[in-house]
């Protein structure tokens, strides 16, 4: 089980995103990465095989800052763990960029491969996430803004999955949809968040939004729009979460399952 972490803020939202994937370990992972949009406008990708730490000795090595991003720990299901089958996954070569991180699998992805090869696209992973990458660049080239090519991706995406895009050819804005894979959406003051679950969100809100079935939502730094599976502009409950930080941590133990075993007495009770 892999996890996703986005932000949009007046800040640098590099440090909340590498703190938010360090706070998703507990799922386990085999490689990281995270995409985020620079001052220059530009979508700026780092990824790594292994733990998260060794992507942030590669984000360490760099100056690059930015206000938007999107992060993901991967748990390989389609291609091998490696950096080249890390997220985020990206196309820019039709001329728009778009970067995708994504939870959960796409299963007809080698009917939509076969479509994208047809009409030019090139792979440069093994991954079922690279062809939504693709998918959602051609519907840009068309002049469709992001929003509305998620909507129509979506649509044609089969499986259980939970997905994040940001493009810098586009609104500052992160466009999310799950269908059968959890995705919580955190609300800040003048910034927003999204991740795959709380707990990756605490440092920066307690306030939450849980996604349901086929919702679409448009997350902005001043505010949040979701949608159902019809289209229907709807309202979801903001829920405050009580969740204590020490229920991420490892604490003392070594592991996440060591905690998990030797906390169950007490959960039980409480
Ligand atoms: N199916 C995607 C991949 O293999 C996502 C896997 C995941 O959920 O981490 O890259």
Known sequence: ???????????????????????????????????IQSALGELQRFRALGKV????????????TGNLGIAHTR??????PAERNAHPQMSDVSGVSVAVVHNGIVENHNALRDQLLEWGYSFTSETDTEVIAHLLAHKLKVGKDLFSAVLEVSQ???GAYALAAASPDDDQRIVVTQAGSPLVIGLGEGENFIGSDAAALLPVTRRFIFLEEGDIAEV??????????????????????????????????RHYMLKEIFEQPGVIAE
């Open 75 to 80: 748990w390989a299901t389609h291609g091998v």
């Open 1 to 35: 089980m892999c996890g996703i972490v986005g932000a949009i803020a007046d800040r640098d939202v590099m440090p909340i995103l590498m703190e938010g994937l360090r706070r998703l370990e507990y799922r386990g992972y085999d490689s990281a990465g995270v995409a």
């Open 156 to 158: 044609d995406l089969t």
């Open 53 to 64: 730490a060794v992507l942030q000795a590669a984000v360490d090595n760099t100056d690059v």
């Open 220 to 253: 902005r730094r001043d505010g949040v729009t979701i949608y159902d599976a019809a289209g229907m502009l709807v309202e979801r409950e903001v829920k405050q979460s009580t969740m204590s930080d020490a229920s991420v941590d490892k604490g003392p133990y």
